[in-house]
Structure formats: C-alpha cells, structure tokens
C-alpha cells in the first residue's frame, strides 16, 4: 500500500464537494490514481477538456463495429482476437448449433458475456442454460463446450495467468450490486447425462497460445458428482443492482463486477439519474492514467455516447482526457432523461492494450473527432 503525498487543498474557483455544483461557465476533470480508487484532484476548465481539433499519433480513442465480424466459428479459437496485452485477450465469437468438440483454456480463466443468443453448456461440473446478457466464469482448465438454440454471439474475455473474483464489498454489505446466491452453477441433470456417450470426442486445449488436440474414445465429460469451491458460475445482467445515489454521480468502480490482479470488468446497467440539480448526471471528464479503458455496448441507448451502437466497442488508452460526447452534455443539460437504459461491459486494464489485425477492417476511423464541438 503507497503512502501517497495526500493534503488536500483548493486553489481559485472550485467548490467543496466534487461532481457538485460545478462553477457555471467551466467544465470538471478528473485526474486521480489508481483508476478512481487513490488520490484525486477535480480541475475546473473554462473549455471542455475534450474540444480538441485535431488528432496526430498513436494515442488516439478508437472504436470497433464487432458487428461487422460476421464469421461463425465452430471453435472460440478460431475467434477472432480483436485487442488484448499479455494478461489481457478479447475475442468475438459468432456460433451457431453444436460444437463438435471440448475446449479447454490452459492459458487462464475464461469470461464469457452473451451478446445474442441461447443455449446449452456442457462442462466438467454439469450443464448449464445459457441466454442473452449472461455472464459465464469458466475457471482455468475447465473442459466445455456450447449447443445453441439459435446463434448466438459472445465477449469472450480472458485473464491470462489469472483468475476471476469478485470484488470487495466494503460499506455497502455482501448483496450488493448482487448476492452472490444469484450466482447460479452447472447441475448434473437429465440432460448433462444424456450427453455422456461412448463416441469418441476430441479436447482442443489452448496453452501459450498454441492449440492441442487430445482424442478419447468416449465423452470425457462424464462426471456423475463433485464437491467444492471452484465452480463455474453464471449471473445475467438484469440480477445486478446497481449501486446509486441521488445526490451525486459514482465512478465507474461502483459499477465494478469480476476482478483480476491486472483488470477489472464493470457492468452499466440501466439506473436513475441523479436528481439533485446540482449534481452532474453524466461521467465526468477524467484522465484514468493508471488504466486503459475498454467498453463493449451491449443495449439501449448510451447516454455518455453519440452514434455508438450494440455491438460496437470502444478503447480509450491512458494519458489523454475523455468524457461525454458534446451532444450528451446539451441533452444532460436540459435535463431530459431521468434514467438511463444502457447495458455495457466494461475492462479497465493496468497495462497497455493493443489492437490486433483482425479488427482493422471493422475500425470507425472517425471516432477520434466525435468530441469536436459543432
């Protein structure tokens, strides 16, 4: 734990109370550590931080239209990987009917976040029913594989060399934004042994990256009991209750749902407004040095955000200033929302994330300049 150089002062014009009756005329930022979790200066700015007019160099916002990767793949490795770093891997996964084969990850645990689609899981623990906005943790060397009822497409995110947890509770108590008792895990049901047949079946184990195939004469899931604490577990979107105040917009940490020693993932799902006129009812502008910033639009419509759609994800690296779009802040402004109705994914990551190739045909070139005032 750093003994951080902490005595707050005030300089100029700025009020007491962050995210609070900012001057009439300026606009906040946010510069902080440890994403929004050390210590914090709000800067007042006569110009929105964002208003810049052009953009050269690498360190740029990006966004891509996951949409437009429109390839099925009977494998989640033959996904493509469209970001990532080495504790970090983001994948897209189109799949339709049944896999044909197991799949283990030997690299690190496994989350899988249902954009479109249903169906059913086969793995080493029983069978789970799958559908639209769940969240899927297969902890590392789970054996498993999907059926789908109609196609179904995935966020597959993987904490390489790492494992999902949840994160700590602290004053707000253990149900909240969920009880874990929501989390549900595989049965061994009618179904899963119906599935446990004397035909040979093929494991495809990733490890380092590099694929192996291991072939048994026999169903290798057929597990008739187990007992202990490494499960998988699933949880949709609309069993988290957001964390909320009326009188005062919370970072993007209060919204925080699986961790790992390098990432975070959040979920944004649809909450009131904050109805203090004082309050901001919109993210504020920050610079979140210590992270870059990855989100994946699930539903609705965002009200940060102007011309993103379900399906797009967006990457905001760290060292630059990022917040609303201009039109979010006039709509805030005339106060006519008073709840929002987004769902998004969320992956605050310590180090540096790449785009891969695989992406560069699905690319909104155009996205750096969404911030220009008009």
Not at 21 to 45: D, I, N, W
Not at 53 to 79: C, I, M, N, V
Not at 188 to 193: H, L, P, R
Request: with cysteine.
């Amino acid at each position: 734990m750093k003994n951080w150089i902490s005595f707050p002062r005030v300089e100029g014009v700025a009020p007491r109370q962050a995210h609070v009756s900012v001057p009439p005329g300026t606009y906040e930022r946010e510069m902080s550590k440890e994403g929004f979790f050390g210590p914090a200066t709000e800067l007042y700015h006569r110009h929105p931080p964002t208003g810049w007019t052009s953009w050269e160099g690498p360190l740029r916002p990006r966004a891509l239209d996951l949409e437009k990767l429109d390839a099925t793949a009977g494998s989640p490795w033959q996904a493509p990987e469209v970001l990532g770093n080495a504790h970090l891997g983001v994948r897209y996964w189109r799949v339709a009917g049944s896999m044909d084969h197991l799949v283990r990850n030997g690299d690190g645990d496994q989350l899988v976040f249902v954009h479109e689609g249903a169906g059913d899981l086969f793995c080493d623990f029983g069978h789970l029913v799958f559908g639209e906005g769940d969240y899927i943790v297969l902890p590392r060397g789970t054996m498993w594989r999907v059926e789908c009822l109609k196609p179904a497409t995935m966020l597959l995110i993987e904490a390489i060399n790492d494992s999902f947890g949840l994160p700590t509770r602290g004053m707000i108590g253990q149900h909240a934004p969920f009880d874990p008792a929501m989390l549900d895990v595989p049965r061994i049901d009618g179904t899963f042994a119906g599935q446990q047949t004397d035909n040979p079946w093929r494991i495809v184990i990733k490890r380092r990256g590099q694929l192996s195939t291991v072939t048994f004469p026999y169903n290798p899931l057929d597990v008739v009991g187990w007992t202990g604490t490494l499960l998988p577990v699933r949880i949709n979107w609309r069993d988290i209750r957001p964390v909320t105040s009326p009188r005062l917009h919370l970072p993007p940490s209060a919204h925080t749902t699986f961790v790992t020693s390098r990432f975070v993932v959040c979920t944004f799902v649809p909450r009131p407004l904050e109805l203090d006129p004082a309050a901001q009812r919109l993210p504020f502008f920050h610079n979140n040095d210590d992270f870059d910033e990855i989100i994946f639009y699930h539903a609705g419509n965002f009200v940060s955000r102007e011309a993103i759609r379900p399906g797009m994800l967006t990457l905001h690296p760290s060292g630059f200033t990022h917040g609303p779009h201009p039109g979010a802040l006039a709509a805030a402004a005339r106060g006519a929302l008073t709840e929002t109705d987004e769902v998004a994914v969320m992956i605050d990551t310590r180090d540096p994330v790449d785009v891969n190739e695989s992406a560069t045909g699905v690319e909104w070139l155009g996205y750096v300049d969404s911030w220009k005032l008009r």
